[in-house]
């Protein structure tokens, strides 16, 4: 992966719009750009189906269709692919916010794209109030081992060196020290992932935000890519915790992100996609678990289990989003499903094997879906199910309401289940 060049434009004019799960018109799409799509947007060994389905028609022209990743695409040659969020309404950005465990008040200020339907632009308002704040906090500076040639002997002599490159009377030595330094691998991280979005986002004010906080950066830190794995072995302590929200919005971009420099004279292919089911599983898990906690109880998210045995074979592993416990006892389990269709079969079967795996009810959480999604079941005669909704889309007069209103449907579901 290549450093991406910022352009100079402020507008990225999308091709194609879809919202999630729709589909494009036939069109022509070239060999590059179709290679790229298939190899590199829905390629990795990370990823969990297409982020972009992609067939071909009878004729020979391109049909693409969205998943539940949201964001844009741009391909060699064309076209420029935005997907937008459907069930998050106007409310995306708190949504992200809420998901992604941000401090709110790094965020006061209002914008435009606090209720703004464009998910990049959106990500980049909360990224650059993000940075904007570590920034006015000061950047971190680290240790770094050097190897370096100096005129004075600084640290410890390299004897090995120094023997191989100087003569007996030495005017410059071989040294081994550590340096006090900004650049460091966090501040690498944000400083790519700055970068990246600065390639992608098309509004212009946040644009020239995100320009003068990189031109910062570059004064003391190297661009330079960073990896997932590189992020995993940050180790934040008391003086670097305010890292800790520019560090999670980072990680996104990076694991998310592929941008391919290509020759020159032409422009920049890339992608930028991020998985609205992960977004809305993070929301529910954080939900879930500030209501379990204000009634005494704990959550398991992720749980794994094998309680389920098929006939002969193996154990089958369960994992429900979320477990509620009462002590050692399990209470509910819940799934999340960021979809704006009613329900498929598999959605209950498998709430249904985790219920049966912990003789517990159940919950759905969809986003907003006008009402069609709200319901209640009984498995086996003995334990319920139920379908929520939950208010995504709410109008709303700022975060802390949609917090409110989120945590309290959750809190309502919740009750309503106990008590059936």
């Not at 800790?244 to 422009?267: H, M, P, Q």
Request: charge should be negative.
């Amino acid at each position: 992966m290549s450093i991406p060049v910022p352009r100079d434009e402020t507008e990225i004019a999308a091709d194609i719009e879809l919202g999630e799960y729709e589909e494009s018109d036939p069109i022509e799409l070239g060999e590059q750009a179709a290679r790229m799509l298939t190899h590199d947007v829905n390629g990795g060994s990370d990823r969990d189906g297409d982020r972009i389905k992609l067939w071909y028609t009878r004729d020979g022209k391109a049909v693409l269709k969205a998943t539940q990743y949201v964001g844009i695409v741009s391909l060699p040659d064309g076209p420029v692919i935005q997907v937008r969020p459907k069930a998050a309404g106007t409310n995306l950005l708190y949504l992200l916010q809420y998901a992604q465990d941000t401090t709110p008040t790094t965020f006061a200020s209002e914008t435009p794209f606090q209720r703004g339907p464009t998910f990049l632009d959106a990500f980049g308002a909360l990224f650059e109030a993000e940075l904007r704040d570590v920034l006015n906090r000061g950047l971190r500076t680290d240790y770094r081992r050097v190897d370096n040639t100096e005129s004075h002997l600084r640290g410890q002599l390299n004897v090995q060196q120094q023997l191989q490159r100087h003569p007996p009377t030495p005017t410059k030595f071989e040294c081994t020290y550590d340096e006090l330094t900004h650049d460091t691998t966090a501040n690498q991280a944000i400083l790519y992932a700055t970068s990246v979005l600065l390639g992608i986002v098309s509004d212009q004010s946040i644009t020239q935000a995100l320009r003068q906080h990189q031109q910062l950066l570059r004064r003391r830190v190297e661009l330079i890519p960073v990896t997932s794995a590189e992020l995993d072995g940050i180790q934040l302590t008391r003086l670097s915790e305010h890292y800790e929200d520019i560090l999670r919005l980072s990680r996104l971009v990076i694991k998310n992100a592929f941008v391919s420099e290509l020759t020159t004279g032409s422009s920049t292919s890339f992608s930028l996609l991020v998985n609205m089911n992960t977004v809305f599983e993070n929301a529910i898990e954080r939900a879930v678990t500030t209501v379990a906690e204000q009634r005494g109880w704990t959550v398991k998210p992720q749980e794994k289990t094998q309680s389920l045995l098929t006939r002969g074979k193996h154990n089958v592993t369960l994992k429900p989003d979320v477990t509620i416990y009462e002590g050692e006892r399990p209470l509910i389990v819940g799934d999340a499903k960021w979809k704006t269709d009613t329900p498929s079969n598999s959605d209950y079967y498998q709430l249904t094997s985790y219920m049966l795996g912990r003789d517990t009810p159940g919950i759905l959480f969809y986003p907003n879906c006008d009402g069609k999604n709200t319901t209640t079941a009984e498995v086996a005669r003995q334990f319920p199910l139920e379908i929520v909704e939950l208010p995504t889309a709410a109008a709303v007069d700022g975060f802390d309401e949609f917090v409110e209103q989120f945590e309290d449907a959750v809190g309502m579901a919740i009750d309503s289940i106990l008590e059936y």
